[in-house]
C-alpha cells in the first residue's frame, strides 16, 4: 500500500517517516543512490508500506530548498539563536548563516537567548535594523517564548546557533516533552558541548514542527558555492534598496566610487558590522572561480 509523509529523522540509512499519525521505519529505494540524491529530514515522500510498521521511500516530492549540513529540506524559516553572554556569539557567524539562508529562499529569525544575563543591546539593533524579526529571549525565565511561538506557528523551522548557546534549552522550554539533553556550558573555554548528534524534526504542542540540528560549525564550506558568490549581495537584505543606484554596473560594494551602498554605510542606514560581514564573505568567496562545479547542490 502507498502513502504519503515526511520525514522526520535520518539515522544510519533509515529514514523515519510520519504518515496519518505513525512513524514507519523506511529504507530507501536503491534508484536515488544510482540519481545522486539523498532523502532528507523534512522531505514529502510516497512511502510504500511492507507492514510491522516498516516500508521503503519509493518517492521525493519536489523540495522548495535543501540545505546540505545539516541535510535538511522544505524549510520555511532558519531560527539563528544567539547569545551576548557566556558563549558571545561572533556577528560574522550570523551573517554567514543569513546569507546562505536568503540564497535558498528561507527566511530567517534572530533569536537572543540568555537575555535575563544579557540583553544583547548591541546584537538586537543591529539585526533590527538590518529587517530581521529579532527576539530576546530566556530559556530560563520564559521570556519571549510565546512571541517565539507565534513565529514558528504554521511553519518549519530549522534551529541552529553556536555550541552552548542554548538550542536544546529553548526547545525543551517551548515543550517539556522533548527532554532533550541540555550540554553545560564550560566557564574557562566559553563554549558548550554538542549535545545534537543528527538532524530531527519535532512537532511543538503549539502545531508548529521544528528541525533540531548541529551548530554553525556544521554549515561548512560546501555552501558557500559559486551561486553565493555570485548573488552574495541580494543576500544582505538591507542593501536591496540600494543595489540598482551605484553608478557602475557590477559594482562590487567595496570600495567604488558612486556606491550606493558604501553611502548608506556612511549615513548610518548600513549597520557597520553587517557591511564587515560582507566583506569577509566576498574575500572567502573570492577564490571561487565561474568553471567550478556548485558543490552540495541536489
Known amino acids: 500500500m502507498m502513502t504519503e509523509g515526511r520525514i522526520q529523522k535520518a539515522l544510519s540509512g ?23 540524491i539523498s532523502p532528507l529530514v523534512g522531505d514529502l515522500v510516497e512511502v510504500r508500506e511492507l507492514g510491522s510498521g516498516e516500508g521503503f521511500v519509493e518517492k521525493i516530492r519536489p ?4 540545505f546540505a549540513r545539516p541535510a535538511v529540506a522544505n524549510i520555511d524559516q532558519l531560527v ?19 546569507a546562505i539562508a536568503a540564497l535558498k529562499g528561507c527566511r530567517v529569525v534572530i533569536l537572543l537567548n540568555k537575555c535575563d544575563l544579557d ?15 529579532t527576539l530576546r529571549v530566556s530559556a530560563e525565565t520564559g521570556e519571549g517564548l510565546e512571541d517565539l511561538q507565534t513565529l514558528m506557528s504554521g511553519k518549519l523551522s530549522a534551529f541552529t546557533g553556536n555550541s552552548g548557546v542554548g538550542k536544546s534549552s529553548i526547545l525543551n522550554a517551548l515543550d517539556p516533552a522533548f527532554r532533550i539533553q541540555v550540554g553545560e556550558v564550560s ?12 538532524v530531527e524534526l519535532y512537532r ?5 514542527e521544528v528541525v533540531d540540528s548541529p551548530g554553525f560549525s556544521s554549515f561548512e564550506t560546501n555552501e558557500l558555492n559559486l551561486e553565493l558568490k555570485n ?29 550606493a551602498v558604501l553611502e548608506a554605510l556612511r549615513h548610518g542606514e548600513i549597520q557597520g558590522s553587517r557591511h564587515k560581514s560582507y566583506l569577509r564573505l566576498y574575500e572567502e568567496l573570492k577564490p571561487l572561480q565561474d568553471w567550478q562545479i556548485q558543490k552540495g547542490k541536489k
Open 231 to 259: 548573488r552574495l549581495p541580494e543576500t544582505f537584505l538591507e542593501f536591496a534598496p540600494y543595489l540598482d543606484r551605484c553608478r557602475f554596473v557590477g559594482c562590487s560594494h567595496i570600495k567604488e566610487k558612486g556606491c
Open 204 to 208: 511543538l504542542s503549539c502545531g508548529a
Open 80 to 98: 539563528v539563536i544567539a547569545s551576548a553572554a557566556i558563549p558571545r556569539t561572533d556577528p560574522y557567524l550570523i551573517d554567514r548563516v543569513a
Open 63 to 66: 523540495r522548495k530548498n535543501t
Open 187 to 198: 566557564q574557562a573555554l566559553g563554549r558548550g558541548r554538542h549535545t545534537t548528534r543528527h
Open 119 to 133: 540583553r544583547a543591546d548591541e546584537l538586537y539593533g543591529i539585526y533590527r535594523a538590518a529587517g530581521f524579526p
Open 14 to 36: 533509515f529514514y523515519y517517516v510520519e504518515t496519518n499519525g505513525r512513524i514507519l521505519t523506511c529504507r530507501a529505494r536503491g534508484k536515488f543512490r544510482k540519481d545522486g
